[in-house]
């Protein structure tokens, strides 16, 4: 059997690090990994040397800047400047050193606004974006486009999957630049220790969203990178652009925050602050393309919440 050397940038990420430990137990695998101290992705010319002198088969794009409405608000420069440079090194750099198999990893906030629900991948670039994330938004879109070109111009097999609001094992639980599962196990799990009467969350609890445990992600990700290029051709549109990745299956915010707080074990009462921003009313992917490929989600909403919990849980002991 041929080993494949596989270079995941991201690796330590809470996508990069799942993706570690599934082609972990595979056969024939060579991971080569690098952490920020010894490859800096923002550099080009210290990427276009990493891959000029490492023989790398396939590479995996799961870095990058990533955070909440809080930290997108806060730091759109740094959102919008660190990820387009990342991705255009890793791509560029990837097609220079003749490497064939790439898969850039984005975020289903590419989309509009006001897309039509589910949202296909038709959708991209036919309406206006979500204001709150727009520079992160418009480098993940940049990315999908840059995997495009390099496919069109020079026949290589760059690939794209854009999934749904990711959580699970290894999230960031900033207190004010997390995603919204993380930042609401650690309010729950905060105010179940200090016995607080309520708890306050963020927004109406109206708007509907989308949730994929990492691993599920991870698996995703596998999965389209080793389809046959006839196979992937034949279920994907014309561009060979993009594939969303979810379950397929969204909750209300409210629906989220009684579960996270059952799953903590919090018995105080519930707030919503309709003052903070709600985001987009509705974000729901149809999955259609990549369940005609063969691939379905395993992790329901519930158990990967656990999961999740049980992991914040193993680190607060850690910790202290």
Known sequence: MTTQRVFIAGHNGMVGSSIVRQLEEQAGIELILRNRSELDLTNQAEVVNFFQ???????????????GIVANNTYP???IYQNLM????????????????????????IYPKLA??????????????EPTNEPYAIAKIAGIKLCESYNRQYGRNYRSIMPTNLYGEHDNFHPTNSHVIPALIQRFHQAKIENLPKVVAWGSGKPKREFLHVDDMASAAIFVMNLASEKYQENTHEMLSHLNVGTGV????KELVETVAKVVGYKGAIVFDSTKPDGAPRKLLDVTQLSNLGWQYHIDLPEGLNRTYQWYLSQEQVRQ
């Open 53 to 67: 002198t490492e023989d790398i088969d396939q590479v995996y794009i799961a870095a990058a800047k990533v955070g």
């Open 77 to 79: 420069a740094d959102f």
């Open 86 to 109: 990342m991705q255009c090194n890793l791509i560029h750099a990837s097609h220079m050193a003749d490497i064939n198999n790439l898969l850039f990893l984005g975020s289903s906030c």
């Open 116 to 129: 039509n629900q589910p949202i296909k991948e038709s959708e991209l670039l036919t309406g206006t974006l």
């Open 250 to 253: 969204d909750c209300t915010i």
